[in-house]
């Protein structure tokens, strides 16, 4: 099965940015929707973008107009851009291929992304 490594998180100050890099160790093509997920403890979880292989993208309104959701198939890779980030956005962020509204492969380590003064 295909494996997922996230990268890109780290410290940033409110109003940063982030890009955030989700690599897979095979072809992404298969997964029509490729997303990002974060979570963080005593917070519910969100999924926070999604992306299909035409390039439609979905975003909630917590995101919306300051996160971009990117892919790049000859690179296996799905990006997440993170703009004017909030202290509300820390979290440890994964990535993962959705089907019938499930994550469907193994989820990697996340990357921590944590947004303070």
């Known amino acids: 099965q295909v494996q997922l490594v996230e990268s890109g998180g780290g410290l940033v100050q409110p109003g940063g940015s982030l890009r955030l890099s989700c690599a897979a160790s095979g072809s992404i093509l298969g997964f029509n929707t490729m997303g990002w997920y974060r979570q963080a403890p005593g917070k519910q979880r969100e999924l926070v973008a999604t992306?299909?292989?035409?390039?439609?993208?979905n975003y909630p309104d917590s995101v919306k107009g300051r996160f971009a959701i990117s892919r790049d198939n000859a690179k296996n890779t799905v990006y997440l851009q993170m703009n004017s980030l909030k202290p509300e956005d820390t979290a440890v962020y994964f990535c993962?291929?959705?089907?019938?509204?499930?994550?469907?492969?193994?989820w990697g380590q996340g990357t921590q992304v944590t947004v303070s003064s």
């Open positions: 992306i299909t292989n035409s390039g439609s993208t």
């Open positions: 993962n291929a959705l089907r019938g509204g499930y994550f469907v492969l193994t």
